[in-house]
């Protein structure tokens, strides 16, 4: 089982940019995919972001070539930098871990989700 923690959630401006980190521990991190996910008030949950074990990397169409996931193996942590957001940004940010080892990033969204982490919540204002 892994422990996750967000942080870096805030409130910006429309146009602006903010990164979140998510850090892992008590499994080996750098073996599984890693992703991203948001809840806005009244909605599903709905995928963000995914990083493989390997780095690679699949967006959800709403954020394609505006958000950027990554990761550093060396600090068990996970980033989602999010530049130009929209009001329809606004949510709560959820950092997930797969259950596959050495699993595509593809399996956060076919693949149960090993853990969850607490959220971090995103507030994108006029």
């Known amino acids: 089982q892994v422990q996750l923690v967000e942080s870096g959630g805030g409130l910006v401006q429309a146009g602006g940019s903010l990164r979140l980190s998510c850090a892992a521990s008590?499994?080996?991190?750098?073996?599984?995919?890693m992703g991203w996910f948001r809840q806005a008030p009244g909605k599903e949950r709905e995928f963000v972001a995914a990083i493989s074990w390997s780095g690679e990397v699949y967006y959800a169409d709403s954020v394609k070539g505006r958000f950027t996931i990554s990761r550093d193996n060396a600090k068990n942590t996970v980033y989602l930098q999010m530049d130009s957001l929209k009001l329809e940004d606004t949510a709560v940010y959820y950092c997930?871990?797969?259950?596959?080892?050495?699993?595509?990033?593809?399996?956060?969204?076919?693949?149960?989700?090993?853990?969850w982490g607490q959220g971090t919540q995103v507030t994108v204002s006029s």
């Open positions: 008590g499994r080996t991190f750098s073996s599984y995919a």
């Open positions: 997930a871990a797969g259950s596959v080892p050495r699993g595509g990033s593809i399996t956060i969204t076919t693949m149960p989700i090993g853990s």
